[in-house]
């Protein structure tokens, strides 16, 4: 069995997208129908907390270290016309989520039963949005072992400085062959002195390599 997987970055109009836009808050949504279950990350979280129980209620929320958890009262879906949902329906594509929302965007995870649905999901999306192709791949091996093993992100225990640190370090080319930017430039880029950028870094690095070894042992 063959799955196709394509990560999307799209512009479009959501009530959780426009949150994050001019703003240090990144959103990771699951949705539920009746509710919807929201992780947030970064600053300007009382804005947050703010707008959501104007637009679709809070049912609980729980603060732990640099991260915020909400479940809604209700389901954004049920305040708004469908986004994302209607297109990955025409074509018969899947939604892995969670969705993520930051800088004004969506970014979605996708999978399909062939290439064509996800090539055709893609030109539409783009007639209609500005899109970004952030990763694409083929599943062809153990489907479904790949699928259950990688739902939990390997990332899921960054904070946010080292998330930043290590995004920022593929970014700009500091894992490439030859490296394109040396730890002290992409610290400027990050506004951080170059011994706790790499601290940042060293700590993210660990974390992962620690959370692939954990996974293949």
């Known amino acids: 069995m063959t799955l196709y997987e394509a990560t999307f970055r799209v512009a479009h109009e959501s009530a959780y997208a426009e949150l994050t836009r001019g703003r240090g808050l990144r959103l990771d949504m699951w949705c539920n129908d009746h509710c919807d279950m929201i992780r947030a990350a970064g600053t300007d979280t009382d804005v947050l907390v703010d707008r959501l129980e104007s637009l679709v209620g809070i049912r609980d929320m729980y603060r732990g270290d ?30 892995w989520p969670p969705q993520r929302y930051e800088h004004g965007q969506l ?16 030109q539409q999306l783009v007639e209609e949005f500005p899109v970004t192709v952030e990763s694409k791949l083929h599943r062809t091996h153990d489907v479904l072992d790949d699928i259950v093993d990688h739902s939990h992100s390997v990332t899921a225990g960054l ?14 080319g500091f894992y490439e062959i030859p490296r ?26 660990g974390k992962v390599i620690g959370e692939i070894l954990e996974e293949r042992l």
């Open 107 to 122: 970014l979605v995870r996708v999978l399909a039963l062939t290439e064509t649905s996800l090539s055709e999901l893609y």
């Open 159 to 172: 904070t946010d400085r080292q998330m930043e640190a290590l995004v920022a370090a593929h970014e700009h």
């Open 180 to 205: 394109e930017n040396t730890s002290e430039e992409v610290a400027e880029t990050l506004d951080l002195s170059r011994r706790t950028f790499e601290e940042h870094l060293r700590r993210a690095e």
């Open 66 to 95: 640099d991260r915020l958890l909400l479940i809604t009262d209700d389901c954004l879906r049920s305040h708004q016309e469908p986004l994302i949902e209607t297109y990955l329906s025409e074509h018969g594509c899947l939604l």
